[in-house]
């Protein structure tokens, strides 16, 4: 069974603070990784897509890959209120025309004003 | 461009009736993926289309079925409603090809009275 873990939280941060949120897989051949926002009662929201081992930056947002480790994280610099909500990481976890995503089941990250 | 639309946005249902849910990928998006995300649970792959195919199913019973068209809209259907099937109906679609995130509708909120 191939999986994807994450710390289902919650997470709480004071308003200004790096959030950091990590996710493990078990499939090796894993090669694309993505983190999803998903605000209460609404749909997950793509916010970063990652490929290659090492840091990959979007605004406040960076996500980091270790295949070696089988580790991806996402980092939130100056969380915000708005921040609040729960990161979902996927994982495509087969190669070739079997695209298939594997999410985990999400960390809970509330920022405090 | 138009993102992924879904409808209906909310449902009400009584035990043992049928539904019917829709969803229109983004132009260009040949898969379609349907997601279940009860309250407080994390997303359930339910089916995979492609090409007017199914190429996959999660672990659900015969009673969640689907299609897609060859414009590569879909359809989800649950027979014999329970009321363990109240939950967020999420539609997603992605290019076939390549590495590409799937990119969700705003779903569908069902609910069995």
């Known amino acids: 069974q191939k999986e994807v873990e994450q710390n289902s939280g919650p997470l709480s941060v004071p308003e200004g603070a790096i959030a950091s949120l990590n996710c493990t897989y078990s499939?090796?051949?894993?090669?694309?990784f993505f983190w999803y926002r998903q605000y209460s009662g609404k749909s997950p929201e793509l916010i970063m897509s990652i490929y290659s081992n090492g840091d990959k930056e979007d605004g406040r947002f960076t996500a980091q890959l270790n295949k070696a480790s089988q580790y991806v994280s996402l980092l939130i610099r100056d969380s915000q209120p708005s921040d609040s909500a729960t990161y979902l990481c996927?994982?495509?976890?087969?190669?070739?025309?079997?695209?298939?995503?594997?999410f985990g089941k999400g960390t809970l990250l509330t920022v405090n004003p | 461009e138009a993102g992924v639309t879904q409808s209906p946005t909310h449902l009400i249902k009584t035990r043992g009736q049928q539904v019917t849910l829709r969803c229109s990928p983004i132009?260009?998006?040949?898969?379609v993926y349907w997601y279940q995300q009860a309250l407080g649970l994390g997303l359930q792959f339910l089916l995979w289309y492609d090409e007017g195919e199914e190429r996959n199913r999660g672990n659900f019973p015969p009673r969640f079925s689907g299609r897609q068209f060859p414009n590569y809209s879909s359809e989800l259907n649950v027979n014999a409603l329970e009321l363990e099937d109240s939950a967020l109906y999420l539609c997603a679609s992605v290019q076939t090809m390549g590495r590409q995130p799937q990119h969700f509708g705003d779903g569908t909120r069902l609910s069995i009275l």
């Open positions: 499939d090796r051949v894993s090669q694309s």
């Open positions: 132009s260009g998006h040949t898969s």
């Open positions: 996927a994982v495509r976890t087969s190669g070739g025309s079997n695209y298939k995503l594997t």
